[in-house]
Nanobody, 117 residues
Framework: QVQLVESGGGLVQPGGSLRLSCAAS????????MSWYRQAPGKERELLAS????????SYADPVKGRFTISRDNAKNMVYLQMNSLKAEDTAVYYC??????????WGQGTQVTVSS
């Protein structure tokens, strides 16, 4: 059974940091490119960061560039999102996604991040 399970969300003050984790199982994780998305209330889901299957290539959306870092550990079937200098506008549900060959995709159930004082 394929699973992507996000964790690490919560309430954090502006300027704070969080590290999200996504645990993968049920598929050959090391073959999949992984991404983090988020969706705020009333807004479309947006791509934040992506990392290649081997971890050697990463890309970031402009709103998070320089603040967020995506990484992965293929030995542990994990992908991470380190989030620094958090802002109120970062409040959203955060999702991880795995893709292979542009056809197969898996999504996690999401973890809530709330940035508020």
């Amino acid at each position: 059974q394929v699973q992507l399970v996000e964790s690490g969300g919560g309430l954090v003050q502006p300027g704070g940091s969080l590290r999200l984790s996504c645990a993968a199982s049920g598929f050959t994780f090391s073959r999949y490119a992984m991404s983090w998305y988020r969706q705020a209330p009333g807004k479309e889901r947006e791509l934040l960061a992506s990392i290649g299957s081997g971890g050697g290539s990463t890309s970031y959306a402009d709103p998070v560039k320089g603040r967020f870092t995506i990484s992965r550990d293929n030995a542990k079937n994990m992908v991470y999102l380190q989030m620094n200098s958090l802002k109120a506008e970062d409040t959203a549900v955060y999702y991880c996604r795995g893709t292979y060959g542009g056809v197969v995709e898996y999504w996690g159930q999401g973890t809530q991040v709330t940035v508020s004082s």
